[in-house]
């Protein structure tokens, strides 16, 4: 299983940017998809992520202006980012528990860089 993730970049504060991330392979079925970030000197955090049953989950610094949604065809999440703010400045890493022919296992993206500017 791989994810793919894509569309950080650089954007000034107020503005918006959507991630997406794409999971491909044998996957029999997803318990859970979402997006963490790890800012430098900071620990990875989660920001968003839909559990098995579909509901969906976010930091309280992120509610209200990041929307998680999903494409279950497509085995694709996305990540809809709004009136963004420096401190959202990180490295966002999708996340996925996936099982597989024969086993569960976590799995992590790339990393794309989000930079906000003030």
């Known amino acids: 299983v791989q994810l793919q993730a894509s569309g950080g970049g650089l954007v000034q504060a107020g503005g918006s940017l959507r991630l997406s991330c794409a999971a491909s392979?044998?996957?029999?079925?997803?318990?859970?998809m979402g997006w963490y970030r790890q800012a430098p000197g900071k620990q990875r955090e989660l920001v968003a992520r839909?559990?098995?049953?579909?509901?969906?989950t976010y930091d309280d610094s992120v509610k209200g202006r990041f929307t998680i949604s999903r494409d279950n065809a497509k085995n694709t999440v996305y990540l809809q980012m709004s009136t963004l703010k420096p401190e959202d400045t990180a490295v966002y890493y999708c996340?996925?528990?996936?099982?597989?022919?024969?086993?569960?296992?976590?799995?992590w993206g790339q990393g794309t860089q989000v930079t906000v500017s003030s």
């Open positions: 996340n996925a528990v996936i099982t597989g022919a024969t086993s569960i296992h976590t799995y």
């Open positions: 392979g044998v996957i029999y079925r997803i318990n859970s």
């Open positions: 839909f559990s098995s049953e579909g509901s969906s």
